[in-house]
């Protein structure tokens, strides 16, 4: 199982970014994709998630409304569009599964893939 996230960079406040998960290395239509975030000195966080057995996705508080999930089966990825950047989401992101549950309600998260830094600042 490969995840690899890519699309991080520095942003000014208020702009936009729009992240990428590729996968490899298993089934990845059958199963929900998680993305995460860890600032300095903070514990991680789970920002979104999307099952893939309905399509339902699932947000933090902190990004409703200014980011939005979605997957390409066909290319096996995931994405986080991410709008209304803030200096608050300044983080490491990282997308993980666990190749067992397609439901976000569910997911144990074993599999991580190396994180994308984004820096929001003017």
């Known amino acids: 199982v490969q995840l690899q996230a890519s699309g991080g960079g520095l942003v000014q406040p208020g702009g936009s970014l729009r992240l990428s998960c590729a996968a490899s290395?298993?089934?990845?239509?059958?199963?929900?994709i998680g993305w995460f975030r860890q600032a300095p000195g903070k514990a991680r966080e789970r920002v979104s998630c999307i099952s893939s057995s309905d399509g339902r996705t699932y947000y933090a508080d902190s990004v409703k409304g200014r980011f939005t999930i979605s997957r390409d089966n066909t290319k096996n990825t995931t994405y986080l569009q991410m709008n209304s950047l803030k200096p608050e989401d300044t983080a490491v992101y990282s997308c993980?599964?666990?190749?067992?549950?397609?439901?976000?309600?569910?997911?144990?998260?074993?599999?991580w893939g190396q994180g994308t830094l984004v820096t929001v600042s003017s």
């Open positions: 290395g298993f089934d990845f239509h059958y199963y929900a």
């Open positions: 993980a599964t666990d190749t067992i549950h397609s439901d976000c309600h569910f997911v144990e998260y074993d599999y």
